[in-house]
C-alpha cells in the first residue's frame, strides 16, 4: 500500500467506463488531460473511497494502485 497524494483521472477509460485513481508520480497520471485531487491518502483504499464519491465508477491504477485495481 502506498502512503502518497492520489488524484483520479476525470476521463473514464474507453472500454470500462471507470474512473482511474493514481498516486503522484505514477506514469499514468502524468498522461491524464484533467484530474481531480483527492488529497493524501495512506492506501488506495480510502482514495478510491473518495473518488466515488465524485464518480461512482472510479477504479485504482494497475500500475501505482494495484491492490485496489479491479478490472
Known amino acids: 500500500m ?11 477509460q474507453p472500454l470500462s467506463g471507470d474512473h482511474e485513481v493514481h498516486v503522484e508520480g505514477c506514469y499514468w ?8 485531487p483527492l488529497g493524501y491518502h495512506l492506501s488506495c483504499t480510502t482514495a478510491v473511497a473518495a473518488a466515488r464519491r465524485k464518480y461512482l465508477r472510479s477504479n485504482g491504477c494497475a500500475t501505482c494502485s494495484a491492490e485496489c485495481h479491479t478490472g
Not at 502506498?2 to 473514464?12: K, L, M, S
Not at 497520471?29 to 481531480?36: F, I, K, P, V, Y
Open 29 to 36: 497520471l502524468s498522461l491524464a488531460r484533467s484530474t481531480t
Open 2 to 12: 502506498t502512503a502518497g497524494n492520489y488524484y483520479v483521472n476525470d476521463t473514464p
